[in-house]
T-cell receptor, first 111, second 117 residues
Framework: AQKITQTQPGMFVQEKEAVTLDCTYD???????LFWYKQPSSGEMIFLIY??????QNATEGRYSLNFQKARKSANLVISASQLGDSAMYFC????????FGQGTELSVKP | GAVVSQHPSWVICKSGTSVKIECRSL??????MFWYRQFPKQSLMLMAT?????????EQGVEKDKFLINHASLTLSTLTVTSAHPEDSSFYIC?????????????FGPGTRLTVL
């Protein structure tokens, strides 16, 4: 069975600093995909970044980067230079046959 | 990114009535759409997978007679909450899988907030 775990219910970060949101996963599949989504208070789910299990390099998208450590089964999201608009819920997800989500981390950026 | 719309964005209804929520992929054809339910401060729970032209596949514990799903075209899936009750009040989100490409990413609609009085 596949499982995604986010152990940080809430995080605070000072504006302009970097923050790491943790995500660990468990799967017996050799091929899988890992996603991060952002959910602001409006409720929409915004796709941020993707990492394939066979990708040798860590994925990056602007201020977002994914620290993928396959042996440790972790896929942490790093947000650099935090902005006030980054305050939101962040979900890690894994795609096997279907997309399953972690519990989410609520990030609050302080001015 | 791809655009997925949902309508209505919020709805309030009386107990016992039925509510239909539409999910549309606006700039791509989606053979597969998904319906999720989310309670406040919780994760998304997959309710069902909707495939164009065939019956939806429901997750364990989801009442298929209560949550009717129809995927009539490559750009439209609907979720009908039948005989709604207050415990059905929730945030319902659909997503559409964009076929092809490397990531096979799911794009989400903005969600529908249902309140049953």
């Amino acid at each position: 069975a596949q499982k995604i775990t986010q152990t940080q219910p809430g995080m605070f970060v000072q504006e302009k600093e970097a923050v790491t949101l943790d995500c660990t996963y468990d799967t017996s599949d050799q091929s899988y995909g890992l996603f991060w989504y952002k959910q602001p208070s409006s409720g929409e789910m915004i796709f941020l970044i993707y990492q394939g299990s066979y990708d040798e390099q860590n994925a990056t998208e602007g201020r977002y980067s994914l620290n993928f450590q396959k042996a440790r089964k972790s896929a942490n999201l790093v947000i650099s230079a935090s902005q006030l608009g980054d305050s939101a819920m962040y979900f890690c997800a894994m795609k096997g046959g279907k997309l399953i989500f972690g519990q989410g981390t609520e990030l609050s950026v302080k001015p | 990114g791809a655009v997925v719309s949902q309508h209505p964005s919020w709805v309030i209804c009386k107990s016992g009535t039925s509510v239909k929520i539409e999910c549309r992929s606006l700039d791509f054809q989606a053979t597969t759409m998904f319906w999720y339910r989310q309670f406040p401060k919780q994760s998304l729970m997959l309710m069902a997978t909707s495939n164009e032209g065939s019956k939806a596949t429901y997750e364990q514990g989801v009442e298929k007679d209560k949550f009717l799903i129809n995927h009539a075209s490559l750009t439209l899936s609907t979720l009908t909450v039948t005989s709604a009750h207050p415990e059905d009040s929730s945030f319902y989100i659909c997503s559409a899988r964009r076929p092809g490409g490397y990531t096979d990413t799911q794009y989400f609609g903005p969600g529908t907030r249902l309140t049953v009085l």
